[in-house]
Nanobody
Framework: DVQLQASGGGSVQAGGSLRLSCVTS?????????VGWFRRAPGKEREGVAC???????YYADSVQGRFTISSDNAKNTVYLQMNSLKPGDTAVYYC?????????????????WGQGTLVTVSS
């Protein structure tokens, strides 16, 4: 099975930045996987935030476009989510997930493996 370890969450003030990391146990691109970041805010459904693969351009939710950047370091088997200009509305538990195939999507049912969440809290 694919193992995922997400980290980097914390508490910041609005306007601040955080970088989340997702270490995977697979060579994400070589083995034709895509990686996504999702989040679940208090009282809300989980939603897609960003996803990446070697085949397609990174894909972002409208709410984070221009503020968040997803990237990968294949040598470290790690996918990052750089979050800038954070807002209180970004407060959530963030999850990384891996799917087979290189299409980028926020359809959760397509993701085969999920990491544990990491909490991001943004105060005003």
């Amino acid at each position: 099975d694919v193992q995922l370890q997400a980290s980097g969450g914390g508490s910041v003030q609005a306007g601040g930045s955080l970088r989340l990391s997702c270490v995977t146990s697979v060579f994400t691109f070589v083995n034709e996987y895509a990686v996504g970041w999702f989040r679940r805010a208090p009282g809300k459904e989980r939603e897609g935030v960003a996803c990446i693969s070697s085949l397609e351009y990174p894909y972002y939710a409208d709410s984070v476009q221009g503020r968040f950047t997803i990237s990968s370091d294949n040598a470290k088997n790690t996918v990052y989510l750089q979050m800038n200009s954070l807002k209180p509305g970004d407060t959530a538990v963030y999850y990384c997930a891996v799917k087979r195939g290189l299409s980028t999507t926020f359809q959760e049912y397509e993701y085969n493996y999920w990491g544990q969440g990491t909490l991001v809290t943004v105060s005003s």
